[in-house]
């Protein structure tokens, strides 16, 4: 006989559209109960609070004291810092959306409080659950990677935030590179433009991985369309992966001739979202180390400040 799981409680601080998006599929997990929504508009918490039979606040000290068990904290970035460090000392498990803070002084003291708290610290870096990027994963396991080309380019967004480019996209695609390699970037080449912001809208981010492996993003916010694509070369294959349709193609034998064979890989269907928050509340129930660490937030914000020059 399975003994029943106890129901975890769950608050979602910050409901833009990613808060939004965490409170839809937490409403739908099992044995997890959303009850708090917090967001600085009591209209707005009160809004999609009402939505699943929750409480909405706008006060930061009422929702931290909540009496919660875990909380998406998907509020602006500079605030990341002082609500997880609250909500980890009060004994709250977080999932910090990317990047995990604005600071690496912030990053640090998170980090530093789920661990004097023994609390989880998970960090949103969503396209880690993608069914394309485990495709291709699986697909290079046994390979050596020469070189990783990512582009994620769309048209500019209705609302400035308060970042660029390379925080608001580019930190995906560093997790990526951090991800597919097992190696960290230990070199770094920008190339930053301004067009339409007051912060950078394109970026070409050159790296290299201490293993060797050389990787390449495109980012902006000047293409008309949305285009997210990841191509991955190896000393035997090339594989070339659609983030958006999931579609995984590898190519491979390539002849004198210049000849090749194709094939496409399965990728499973999946919601990258629900898969990250399942591993979140794995990582509760079991104790087992989170997907995503805070060691592994911290570690992809200093790539992407020093690709800003800070």
Same mark, same amino acid.
């Given at each position: 006989?399975?003994?029943?799981? *106890?129901?975890?409680?769950?608050?979602?601080?910050?409901?833009?559209?990613?808060?939004?998006?965490?409170?839809?599929?937490?409403?739908?997990?099992?044995?997890?109960?959303?009850?708090?929504?917090?967001?600085?508009?009591?209209? &707005?918490?009160?809004?999609?609070?009402?939505?699943?039979?929750?409480?909405?606040?706008?006060?930061?000290?009422?929702?931290?004291?909540?009496?919660?068990?875990?909380?998406?904290?998907? #509020?602006?970035?500079?605030?990341?810092?002082?609500?997880?460090?609250?909500?980890?000392?009060?004994? &709250?498990?977080?999932?910090?959306?990317?990047?995990?803070?604005?600071?690496?002084?912030?990053?640090?003291?998170?980090?530093?409080?789920?661990?004097?708290?023994?609390?989880?610290?998970?960090?949103?870096?969503?396209?880690?659950?993608?069914?394309?990027?485990?495709?291709?994963?699986?697909?290079?396991?046994?390979?050596?990677?020469?070189?990783?080309?990512? #582009?994620?380019?769309? *048209?500019?967004?209705?609302?400035?935030?308060?970042?660029?480019?390379?925080?608001?996209?580019?930190?995906?695609?560093?997790?990526?590179?951090?991800?597919?390699?097992?190696?960290?970037?230990?070199?770094?080449? *920008?190339?930053?433009?301004?067009?339409?912001?007051?912060?950078?809208?394109?970026?070409?981010?050159?790296?290299?991985?201490?293993?060797?492996?050389?990787?390449?993003?495109?980012?902006?916010?000047?293409?008309?369309?949305?285009?997210? #694509?990841?191509?991955?070369?190896?000393?035997?294959?090339?594989?070339?992966?659609?983030?958006?349709?999931?579609?995984?193609?590898?190519?491979?034998?390539?002849?004198?001739?210049?000849?090749?064979?194709?094939?496409?890989?399965?990728?499973?269907?999946?919601?990258?979202?629900?898969?990250?928050?399942?591993?979140?509340?794995?990582?509760?129930?079991?104790?087992?180390? *989170?997907?995503?660490?805070?060691?592994?937030?911290?570690?992809?914000?200093?790539?992407?400040?020093?690709?800003?020059?800070?």
């Amino acid at each position: 006989m399975t003994l029943a799981q *106890p129901v975890l409680k769950v608050g979602v601080a910050g409901v833009g559209v990613m808060g939004r998006n965490h409170a839809r599929v937490l409403a739908e997990l099992r044995d997890v109960e959303l009850t708090h929504i917090l967001d600085a508009d009591p209209v &707005v918490a009160e809004g999609v609070a009402g939505l699943y039979t929750a409480a909405g606040v706008a006060s930061v000290e009422t929702f931290v004291e909540a009496g919660l068990d875990a909380v998406v904290v998907a #509020t602006p970035n500079r605030t990341h810092g002082d609500l997880a460090v609250a909500l980890l000392e009060r004994g &709250v498990h977080v999932l910090v959306e990317k990047p995990i803070a604005a600071t690496l002084e912030d990053a640090r003291r998170i980090i530093g409080a789920a661990k004097a708290n023994d609390r989880v610290l998970m960090v949103g870096q969503v396209e880690r659950f993608n069914p394309a990027i485990e495709t291709v994963r699986r697909a290079i396991a046994e390979e050596k990677v020469i070189s990783i080309q990512i #582009t994620r380019v769309g *048209p500019f967004p209705p609302r400035m935030g308060e970042v660029g480019v390379v925080i608001d996209l580019a930190v995906h695609d560093i997790d990526i590179i951090r991800h597919l390699t097992g190696s960290e970037i230990v070199e770094v080449q *920008p190339q930053l433009a301004r067009t339409r912001a007051e912060r950078e809208d394109t970026a070409l981010l050159q790296f290299r991985t201490e293993s060797g492996v050389i990787a390449h993003i495109t980012t902006n916010w000047v293409t008309p369309y949305k285009t997210r #694509t990841l191509q991955v070369a190896t000393e035997g294959k090339f594989v070339v992966a659609d983030l958006i349709t999931r579609q995984v193609t590898e190519y491979f034998g390539q002849q004198a001739d210049g000849s090749y064979q194709t094939r496409a890989l399965n990728s499973w269907p999946a919601e990258p979202l629900r898969k990250e928050l399942e591993a979140f509340v794995h990582a509760i129930r079991t104790g087992e180390t *989170p997907a995503v660490t805070g060691e592994d937030g911290l570690k992809n914000l200093e790539v992407a400040l020093r690709c800003l020059g800070e």
